[in-house]
């Protein structure tokens, strides 16, 4: 009987051990080394391998599934690539000392011409002499004057040389050589971002008589720029130590957004990008309620010694998302395979984090401290657990609202559905919590979701519409040649073949000609109504033509003068003498010459009034 009391009283106290159980990034890799078999998602095989390997786990056999899924491919997943899906595979297989060049070709191809303002060179020097920009073969001298002014082709052009107007149109990506050896060492040259009328950014600044300024047009898309392709594909870039182009247009693209602020921290190391990130954390310490965003934002924050508290509070929320209530995703994070791994290698590297002790007056209380799970009432305290409830032993109800540093509630989770985490989750107006979507479906892969939608892993698994698909055996076409049809060209942003439209030159008023687009109406002065003859004039043309037509067939057919037979005279012996026979003309009477020249006359009338219209 003791023993079983004393069984009990250990079973007792052992349940709050149970549910106070910390973080164990052991049991999250070994729940992940079960779960990766490389014939998941593009995204959950990157990821888990990558966590995997960095963690001293053998993954050969799921890297030879994944590869042998893929073969002969160099984007994935293969036959329905995407630049996202391919940046993952190039992040993962970089990582683990594969051969990526045929993958780094296949996603630079997909670089695409963003127009991200005028570039201008500016050269600053308070000496005198000649610099040489160079761009491909075209090349032009400045002359600097002392004065901050420079002087191209004996004109004054300001304090900067306009690249385009100076040496041609900008592709994707192009160097400007900048050298000045007649100056000194006294120069500064600088490559410039015109935006707008009023905004001017710095891209680049050396100080010295010669710069390499590259020229940063591009983006990544495959049917024009796309944001989501191109901060994918710089974070793979970056993180392999590649090249990564498009800087500005992400720059131009971020906006609030925390994922591509945390991909722009570690990128450029600007303060505005950490500060922005910052700013988007939530009161739990999560950033968008997502998991693989958090463990970005916190895998940028951490190179910034001024962000480390941001950074504790995010992980004490990913790791209170580890999963102790289910015996399949005992030790995973949210039962996710992608959220596991990526939390596991991006932020949650060094294990169990813990709060630090609460401060009450100063001094660190003794015993309990916040994060330990309890509500310790006497260190002031409202809440130590994000379910905490006065039920539960909370001074107050704070739904998920308690601080994880300060274990106080905070202020509402959201008062829109912009504040959660789009399409997982909405704002419920009137707990003004982020709820989950019941209504969106969720997968595992493509195989779960329409065939006009995929599986979005990143988001939480849910079926969202297909963007940026090449279709299976689809090529496409790169210049009008490669279309069939004369009529046909090659759309260069999307490479398919389309029928070329022929746009109908639009009519000119005031052109002197009435087009079939144009009236009265629309163009007076060209369609101006044409005035015809009165009646009556018509009537006398009528009446003259008649008479002239009567006079002509009159005068030749029924007066016409009698025909007459030639008369031969012999002449007589007697007469020695010819006698000849004469006929008199016939005389045309005057009344008949009176009746022509009326005639006349009203031909020459009508002619001069038809001349005059």
């Known amino acids: 009987m003791k023993k079983g009391i004393i069984l009990l009283f250990f079973i007792v106290l052992a349940i709050p051990l149970v549910y106070a159980e910390t973080y164990s990034k052991q049991d999250a890799l070994n729940w992940l080394s079960n779960e990766t078999k490389g014939d998941e998602s593009v995204e959950e095989v990157s990821m888990g391998l990558v966590a995997l390997n960095s963690n001293g786990f053998r993954v050969d056999t799921p890297l030879t599934v994944f590869l042998q ?35 780094e070709v296949w996603l630079n191809g997909s670089l695409r011409d963003a127009y991200v303002g005028k570039w201008l060179v500016q050269i600053t020097s308070g000496g005198q002499g000649v610099c040489t920009l160079k761009k491909g ?17 004996g004109r004054k052009i300001g304090n900067w040389v306009d690249v385009e107007r100076g040496l041609g149109n900008v592709d994707i990506a192009e160097t400007v050589s900048v050298n000045c050896p007649t100056i000194g060492s006294n120069v500064i040259i600088s490559l410039i971002r015109q935006k707008n009328a009023n905004e001017f950014i710095i891209s680049k600044e050396v100080q010295g008589s010669s710069a390499s300024l590259k020229i940063d047009n591009a983006c990544y898309g495959l049917n024009g720029c796309d944001s989501e392709s191109s901060f994918y594909a710089a974070w793979a870039l970056n993180s392999l130590n590649k090249e990564v182009n498009g800087i500005s247009y992400l720059e131009d693209s971020a906006s609030d957004n925390p994922l591509y602020n945390a991909v722009l921290a570690k990128l450029t190391n600007k303060e505005r990008f950490y500060s922005t990130l910052a700013n988007k954390q939530g009161i739990n310490g999560d950033f968008g309620n997502n998991i693989f965003i958090t463990s970005m934002a916190v895998d940028a924050l951490k190179g910034n010694a001024a962000y480390q508290n941001n950074v504790t509070k995010a992980l004490l929320w990913l790791q209170s998302r580890q999963v102790r ?14 959220f596991t791994s990526s939390a596991t290698y991006l932020a949650l590297k060094e294990g169990t984090v813990t709060a630090p002790r609460f401060i009450v007056n100063g001094t660190t209380g003794s015993n309990g401290y916040c994060g330990d799970t309890i509500v310790d009432l006497q260190l002031g305290e409202e809440c130590d657990s994000s379910i905490d409830t006065i039920k539960e032993g909370a001074q107050k109800d704070c739904g998920r609202s308690c601080d994880v540093l300060s274990c106080k509630c905070n202020k509402p989770q959201c008062i829109n559905s912009n504040e959660c985490n789009i399409p997982k989750e909405y704002c419920d107006v009137a707990s003004s919590q982020c709820i989950t979507n019941q209504t969106i479906k969720s997968c595992k892969s493509n195989v779960d979701c329409n065939a006009d939608e995929t599986c ?17 055996g689809e090529e496409g076409c790169k210049k009008d040649s490669d279309c069939v049809g004369a009529s046909q060209v090659c759309n260069a942003a999307t490479g398919k073949c389309e029928e070329e439209e022929i746009e109908t030159p639009k009519s000119e008023c005031n052109n002197g000609l009435c087009e079939k687009d144009e009236d009265e109406v629309s163009c007076p002065a060209d369609c101006k109504k044409k005035e015809t003859l009165p009646l009556w004039i018509w009537i006398v043309i009528a009446l003259i033509s008649l008479i002239l037509l009567a006079y002509i067939i009159y005068s030749r057919f029924v007066k016409a003068p009698p025909k007459t037979k030639k008369t031969f005279y012999e002449p007589t012996k007697t007469n020695t003498a010819e006698t000849k026979s004469y006929y008199k003309p016939v005389e045309r009477s005057k009344k008949d010459e009176a009746l022509e020249r009326e005639l006349d006359k009203s031909i020459n009338e009508a002619q001069s009034l038809l001349k005059k219209r």
Not at 330 to 335: H, K, Q, V
């Open 137 to 153: 073969a075209k090349e032009i001298s400045v002359n600097v004057n002392g004065n901050e002014e420079l002087v191209l082709d």
């Open 456 to 472: 979005d892993i990143v988001k939480g698994g849910f079926c969202l519409p297909r963007t940026s698909i090449v279709p299976l």
């Open 325 to 338: 209530d289910s015996a399949d995703t005992n030790g995973s994070l949210d039962g996710s395979e992608f």
């Open 69 to 103: 899924k893929n073969l002969d491919s160099d984007c994935f997943p293969k036959g329905s690539c995407s630049v996202k899906e391919t940046s993952f595979g190039l992040f993962a297989l970089g990582k683990l000392n594969q051969n990526t060049n045929n993958i």
